[in-house]
């Protein structure tokens, strides 16, 4: 195995200056020689502070693979305006290549920010920090290298390793992908440092949305039941029940960008934004995936323009219970402008007042408490089959949304309540692909996605004024279990191969 640390067409940058929600807003490093930096704790934390601001990017677009590309979510498809067709609307209609410039933005995020995590870990070895602020600042960086990495093998399949840095950039022409099962083997080493070096909340209330313990904890369980590794992820999973964490009373409170919510018990790790100002640190979900025509409507704000990305499928829409609480705060059916209504649908979970146009204070949720108990209850299901501990982990989640205890019995239709429930409980936060890849082969995959395909062709959710559909819109092939490598990559480094099918 080969792991080396930069991508043949990026140009890394040293560090950035942005990072999460009350550790914002540092000098930017970028204008100190590296050699001069990283000699204290504060210097130390503003490159960390920096890895955090990059995974603002990287989380801006993960919808496109995280739902675009599932039965989730569909376009508000602009008949004038054709230009996304090559980029982001290939995510849903299953048309993305090698030359998609989406995909080499995931690839040139991913590993400018290992860069800089490793750049980082490498210089702390010799600054002058107390041990105790020395170990929380590595162990974040771990779980942060641990995370990309985590989402890479599941993109990419087998994947380049990045855990040091190179002092000239001729090496990293020379790369090599390393194989899935090594790619997680780093994973959970990183995790299980990780572990042992952060605390589970830290002291200083300017820290909060930093990595944690349970942060830790519940990506190396979601690992674990990722490579099906069942009795690792029980025993993991269940540490993260002794942190005091708890689900929130009110779902909506998940992503209350208030203070007071902002974070809350049910939080174990999100990215984190600031809106109602012009630092540069907001996000604007909100924006995104708001109908294309709804102006003011959605948002609040007629200026700024709205992506009509995103939509909630009608399948989507039908799989919510009666009386499942949780529907109408996470989507809407249609829209009001000017007296008449619009057909619409739209996520709705991230839709909150704000005072400046494009610059909301909505978080990401990577993890929360209500995954880890459906994590629990999924993990014991597949290692001895349904418990009532397994359910009971299942049912609080349920009983929050206002419904009533499973009814499943048998392992097979445990496992398929608890898969429609991680559906509706995280819905539109970026799941349902790896969810889908978890629980079925590629042919099982491929099969199930183009009969949604084909649903969809049959009766799109939203009206395509007129746009007739591709003959290779929807049609989903095994090989699309994985995202291509990018062409560029391969054009300057024929050792790293493509996927099979691209």
């Known amino acids: 195995m080969k792991k080396i640390t930069a991508i043949g ?23 100190v020689n ?7 704790e504060a210097q130390a934390k503003q490159a960390l502070n ?19 590309q ?28 090698s030359g998609n410039g989406e995909i080499a933005a995931i690839w040139n995020n991913y590993y400018a920010t290992l860069y800089n995590a490793n750049l980082t870990l490498e210089k702390l070895v010799d600054a002058e920090i107390a041990d105790g602020p020395k170990k929380e600042i590595e162990g974040q960086l771990k779980f942060l290298r641990a995370y990309l990495h985590f989402n890479l093998v599941q993109y990419f399949g087998d994947a380049v390793i990045v855990t040091s840095t190179f002092a000239v950039p001729e090496p990293t022409f020379d790369l090599v992908r390393s194989p899935q099962t090594e790619v997680w083997a780093q994973v959970e080493k990183d995790l299980k440092e990780a572990i042992a070096l952060l605390p589970a909340k830290y002291a200083a209330a300017g820290d909060k949305g930093r990595a944690t313990k349970g942060a830790a904890l519940s990506l190396l369980g979601k690992t674990y039941l990722t490579t099906k590794k069942y009795a ?62 709804s102006k003011g409507a959605v948002t609040g704000f007629a200026a700024g323009g709205n992506g009509g990305r995103n939509s909630p499928t009608n399948d989507m829409i039908a799989a919510y219970e009666t009386g499942d609480l949780r529907k109408d705060l996470s989507l809407k059916t249609s829209f009001t402008l000017d007296g008449k209504v619009y057909p619409i649908p739209y996520v709705a979970k991230y839709n909150y007042p704000h ?26 299901n597949e290692q001895t089959g349904p418990t009532a501990e397994a359910a009971d982990y299942l049912n609080q989640v349920r009983k929050r949304a206002g419904l009533a205890a499973t009814k499943a019995t048998s392992k097979a239709d445990f496992r398929t309540a608890v898969l429609k429930e991680r559906r509706v409980e995280l819905a539109f936060e970026n799941h349902r692909w790896f969810d889908l890849k978890r629980t079925k082969t590629p042919a099982e995959w491929a099969a199930f996605m183009n009969a949604h395909g084909a649903a969809e062709r049959a009766k799109p959710t939203i009206d395509r004024g007129n746009v007739p559909f591709n003959s290779t819109d929807y049609v989903f092939t095994e090989n699309e279990y994985l995202l291509p490598i990018p062409a560029p990559q391969i054009l300057i480094n024929a050792k790293l191969t493509q996927n099979p099918g691209y």
Request: with cysteine; hydrophobic share 35%; charged share 20%.
């Open 9 to 31: 067409l990026v140009v890394l940058p040293l560090l950035m200056s942005s990072c999460g929600e009350d550790f914002l807003n540092q000098t930017d490093p970028t204008k």
């Open 232 to 293: 690792d992820a029980v025993t993991t999973l269940k540490e993260v029940t002794t942190l005091g964490y708890a689900l929130n009373a009110n779902y909506a409170d998940n992503f209350d960008p208030a203070p007071a919510k902002k974070n809350g018990p049910e939080s174990i790790f999100e990215i984190q934004y600031q809106g109602d100002n012009d630092l540069g640190e907001q996000s604007s979900f909100q924006y995104v995936f708001a109908p294309r025509v």
């Open 355 to 380: 005072t400046i146009v494009q610059r909301t204070n909505t978080n990401w949720p990577v993890l929360r408490y209500s995954d880890v108990l459906l994590m629990l209850a999924e993990s014991i």
């Open 34 to 40: 590296v050699d001069l930096f990283y000699k204290n």
């Open 70 to 97: 599932t039965d989730n979510t569909t376009i508000d498809l602009n008949p004038s305006d054709r230009g996304g067709a090559g980029g982001w609307e290939a995510f849903e209609f299953s048309t993305v290549n």
């Open 50 to 68: 920096g890895v955090y601001g990059q995974l603002q990017g990287i989380t801006n677009t993960a919808y496109l693979a995280g739902e675009f």
